[in-house]
């Protein structure tokens, strides 16, 4: 059974870092390419950022690139998405999602980060 489980979210003021990350389990993590999206109640989930299977950086959308960054360590199976200089835009659900190449297949049940001005 394919799971993947976010933590790290919170109740934080503008200006602070969070932390978020995605343990990965019943896939083998080091086929599968690993990105965060993110949703707001009444709007389309947005992409965030993604990393391949190598580790190397695909994407980090305008909206938090300077500002996110993301990692993969391969030992653990986990996926992070290490979040600074926190607007209140960035109020959201996060999610974490894995693809093997054909679209991103798995989801997990999202982490929500809120972002006080």
């Known amino acids: 059974q394919v799971q993947l489980v976010e933590s790290g979210g919170g109740l934080v003021q503008a200006g602070d870092s969070l932390r978020l990350s995605c343990a990965a389990s019943?896939?083998?993590?080091?086929?599968?390419?690993m990105a965060w999206f993110r949703q707001v109640p009444g709007k389309e989930r947005e992409f965030v950022s993604c990393?391949?299977?190598?580790?190397?950086?695909?994407r980090l959308s305008d909206s938090v690139k300077n500002r996110f960054a993301i990692s993969r360590d391969g030992d653990k199976n986990m996926v992070s998405l290490q979040m600074n200089s926190l607007r209140p835009e960035d109020t959201a659900t996060y999610y974490c999602a894995a693809s093997a190449g054909t679209g991103w297949k798995y989801w997990g049940q999202g982490t929500q980060v809120t972002v006080s001005s």
């Open positions: 019943g896939i083998t993590f080091s086929v599968y390419g």
């Open positions: 990393i391949y299977r190598s580790g190397a950086t695909a």
